[in-house]
């Protein structure tokens, strides 16, 4: 973003300037808790992408069962082996053999986001910096173990991902301590909202039940007679379903965490006698109705561009003076800038509290960072970036647990099911991550929309964002004139 797009006045003194700037921007914060308690308003949004995901999991839902039922205990119980004449091979697996497997996935799974959520309020912090910096080192092992044991394309793939993390790690590294305060204060508040723990944990649960009949799917496919290249075109089509299906429970309870802290930041706190009866209930209503339409497009696409989005803005702040390379660089990052204009998990905050559809919701959060010069914090913050690597930390455990199992029954689908067990562990410890990503979107929007919200509640981190949003606008405009000092120089050489 350039910064003619953040403007905000800065004088010498950093604290007293940051805090007029963010005075002179605050709004009335009352509309904001009179939206989300007022059902009146409400309007359904984004109908066709909910109609699209329904239409999916009732017809993924037969295939699955379909699938599972024909190597249950019996081999083509079905006879639609007939149909697969040319690409079937012979296998002696059944459904049971390796659906034993998924479980031991989903019991790892729920167990490693259980063991998060209740250790959230006292063990938080230790466990985001070590998986920060064991992630690394824990993906080359499993690259070493997969090289091991011949499975090359694997081994490849986790040594990418290794050497990936690691760089990125380097290149953000001086941006962890403020990612680490804002984490520490999310969980903070999310500590103080127990209602919303057992939410998550709800949804766990549900999703448990959903991956129960996937996975019975999975391991007919697993088990099936078809050719490997079969199996694994027919997991990948069911992976991409799962992410999706994933996807939606997480941004759901994005959605309802996201309501619950801005109504406790907009009154004032916990136990104000302000905030509307019921809250958590009608989060949820609106959640699972008007906005789960919105819900249903936003997961398709947000978490990809989220994700190309760190790593690029790591590589850029690392290339220096090879102005080919940045060139290059700066083409995808505008790119990715202008899709994150309207995909972005911001919106699943203005989406609770004022019920808005997914894309008029991403744009009017990114214009309300532009314009007050808070998507300068945005930036810098990595807090996505962490939670992320931890919800990969959690999949690649459950993937070798099931992996380890599968190797000693049945080397030849032991990449098949570690691979969708990985996913599975993802997807089940992203719903406990998420109770957090929910606070750090809803404190940034607060921040935007009215930054005495956060003084109100916290003072002390009022000030050390204000610190730090002042540094970060300095910055840009330090590089602005820079870059403008750089260009003119240039005009006259030529």
């Known amino acids: 973003m350039s910064d003619s797009q953040s403007r905000s006045p800065i004088s010498s003194s950093s604290s007293s300037s940051a805090t007029d700037q963010n005075v002179s921007r605050s709004r009335r914060s009352g509309d904001g808790g009179q ?24 017809v993924l839902g037969f295939g699955l069962t379909v699938l599972g039922l024909n190597r249950f205990q019996k081999k083509d119980r079905l006879n639609i082996d007939k149909y697969a004449a040319g690409i079937t091979e012979h296998h002696e697996g059944l459904t049971e053999d390796y659906w034993a497997m998924y479980a031991v996935a989903g019991g790892v799974g729920t167990a490693l986001g259980c063991a998060w959520l209740l250790l959230l309020g006292s063990r938080a912090n230790q466990m985001m910096k070590f998986t920060v910096h064991i992630l690394t080192t824990y993906l080359a092992v499993i690259s070493v173990l997969c090289f091991w044991g011949e499975q090359f394309f694997w081994g490849v793939v986790f040594a990418i991902g290794a050497a990936l993390q690691f760089l ?7 941006r962890l ?29 549900v999703m448990l039940l959903w991956m129960g009949l996937w996975s019975f799917g999975a391991a007919g496919v697993v088990a099936s ?25 997480c941004n759901t309870v994005h959605v309802i965490v996201s309501g619950m802290v801005f109504l406790v930041l907009i009154h004032g706190g916990r136990e104000a006698s302000s905030i509307p009866p019921n809250s958590l209930i009608k989060s949820l209503h609106y959640a699972v109705t ?3 339409g919105s819900i249903c497009y936003g997961s398709l696409f947000t978490a990809a561009i989220r994700t190309l989005r760190w790593e690029i803005r790591g590589v850029r702040s690392k290339i220096g003076n090879n102005e080919c390379l940045l060139c290059c660089v700066d083409f995808l990052f505008h790119l990715v800038e202008t899709l994150v204009r309207f995909f972005n998990k911001y919106a699943y905050v203005q989406i609770a509290v004022y019920g808005k559809s997914f894309n008029h919701s991403a744009r009017d959060a990114w214009e309300l960072f532009q314009s007050t010069g808070v998507e300068a914090l945005v930036a810098y913050d990595c807090s996505g970036a962490v939670l992320l690597m931890g919800t990969l930390m959690g999949g690649l455990v459950t993937g070798t647990c099931t992996g380890v199992w599968t190797w000693f029954e049945s080397r030849d689908r ?25 606070a750090v979107t809803s404190i940034y929007i607060c921040y935007a929309e009215d930054p005495l919200l956060i003084h109100r509640w916290d003072a002390e981190f009022f000030n050390q964002m204000s610190e730090m949003l002042h540094q970060r606008l300095q910055h840009r405009s330090a590089r602005a004139r820079e870059l403008l000092t750089h260009t003119r120089l240039d005009g006259h050489s030529a």
Do not use: N
């Open 225 to 249: 007679s078809l050719g490997e290249s079969g199996c694994w075109w027919l997991l990948v089509v069911l992976s991409v379903s799962l992410f999706w299906t994933g996807a939606v429970f």
């Open 35 to 58: 939206t989300l308690a007022s059902g009146s308003s409400r309007h359904w949004h984004d109908i066709f992408w909910l109609a699209v995901f329904m239409l999916h999991m009732v």
């Open 168 to 174: 990125y790690i380097i290149s953000v590294i001086d």
């Open 414 to 438: 032991v990449s098949m099911v570690g691979s969708t067990a990985m996913l599975m562990g993802m997807v089940l410890v992203g719903l406990a991550m998420v109770v957090v990503e929910s």
């Open 177 to 205: 301590p403020f990612t680490m305060l804002v984490l520490q204060k999310s969980v903070k508040m999310v500590w103080s909202l127990p209602e919303v723990m057992r939410v998550a944990y709800a949804f766990m649960f």
């Open 290 to 292: 008007t906005s789960f």
